[in-house]
Structure formats: structure tokens, C-alpha cells
């Protein structure tokens, strides 16, 4: 298969997001929310990866094993999200979210097993330039959990952004919200599912 403009965006991505999250973690390593936006960044940037690595093989079980790889990255995201979020709205004292912060870990390291399953997915189909899974059953809770936690995430930092009054923490916590909208979007775009025909 040939390297297109799709699968360069997508090593390009990868490669933009982990050296966002490994330059912040090694300038503030003590710094707690610089440890959880590179908690994301690695997650989202290992995701992104898909195409490109779908890009540079035609055997199915080398795409079916790079689609597990790197689905490791998109399971874990929604919970290093919200840890994200609620660290940098300083929301995380708070008891429910204390409890959905823990929930959302444990169903995202209790997908993890899952991914070898076909239950899970069990094929990627080409459709150049685009690259995509065949769904299972699980698959599609997994949609739903990426969904509501990080939406969830997303929602935090909104509420946060319209009760501060302080307009430097005002700007930052819009930073952080068109990043992560821009990160919902890349994702989208370089990951996805389609139905057996």
C-alpha cells in the first residue's frame, strides 16, 4: 500500500502529540496537570497513529494487529481526559466526580482485554485513502463510554470557563477546549467503524 496524504496527516498527528506530551511532562514534571495533559497527549497521539501504520501493509492480520495497537491509545483517552479536566478546573475534590474518575478507568482498563476479542472488531477494511474497523457487539459500548466520558470532560471544562471571572484562567480554559475539540475531531477523522456490508 502507498503512503498518502491521509496516513502522512496521521504520522504527523502522532507524531505532534506525543512530542506535546513528552515536552510538557520533561518541562514540569512535578506539575500535576502537566502529567495528565501528557497522560492524553500519548493516548490521543498513539491513536492517531492507525493510519499511517494501515498505510504501510496489505496483510489483514498486520492491519487487525496495528487497529489493536493502537485502539490501546483510544480506549484510554476519555478517562485521562477527564482526569485532565477536572485537575485543571480544580474539580477533582469533589466526591461524585472522584467516583466517576474511578469508574471511567475502570471501564477503560476493562476494555483493554476486550480488544483481542472479535467480538470487539475482527477486521479493517480499505477504502483508499480511508481506513476503517468492521464493529462487534463491543465495539459499540465502547462508543458509548468514549462518548459520555468524554463529553463529560468537555462539560467541565465549559461550566469552569463560564464561573471564573479571572481572565487569564478564562483564556486558558478556552485553550484547553478548542484543543480538545480540535483533538475530538482529528480522532474522527482517523478513526471510525463501518458496518459489514
Known amino acids: 500500500m502507498a503512503v498518502n496524504l491521509h496516513s502522512l496527516s496521521s504520522i504527523i498527528s502522532f ?15 512535578s506539575n500535576h496537570r502537566a502529567k495528565r ?4 497527549a500519548v493516548c490521543a497521539g498513539l491513536w492517531t497513529l492507525f493510519p499511517f501504520l494501515a ?21 484510554l483517552i476519555p478517562p485521562t481526559l477527564l482526569h485532565f479536566a477536572l485537575v485543571t478546573t480544580k474539580f477533582d475534590n469533589n466526591g461524585l466526580n472522584k467516583l466517576l474518575l474511578r469508574t471511567s478507568y475502570f471501564l477503560g482498563f476493562s476494555f483493554l482485554p476486550l480488544l483481542g476479542l472479535p467480538s470487539f472488531f475482527n477486521e479493517v477494511v480499505v477504502f483508499a485513502p480511508y481506513f476503517a474497523v468492521v464493529p462487534g457487539p463491543i465495539y459499540h459500548a465502547f462508543v458509548i463510554y468514549w462518548l459520555v466520558v468524554s463529553s463529560y470532560a468537555f462539560g467541565t471544562l465549559v461550566v469552569a470557563h463560564q464561573r471564573t471571572t479571572d481572565f487569564h484562567e478564562k483564556n486558558q480554559l478556552k485553550y484547553f477546549g478548542s484543543s480538545g475539540f480540535s483533538m475530538g475531531r482529528g480522532l474522527s477523522h482517523h478513526n471510525g467503524s463501518r458496518s459489514p456490508s
Not at 15 to 29: C, D, I
Not at 37 to 40: G, K, L, P, R, S
Not at 55 to 74: D, H, N, P, Q
Open 37 to 40: 495533559f501528557a497522560a492524553v
Open 55 to 75: 498505510s504501510i501493509t496489505s496483510k489483514s492480520s498486520v492491519l487487525l494487529l496495528s487497529a489493536r495497537i493502537t485502539y490501546i491509545g483510544g480506549i
Open 15 to 29: 507524531v505532534s502529540w506525543a512530542g506535546a506530551g513528552y515536552f510538557v511532562f520533561l518541562r514540569a514534571w
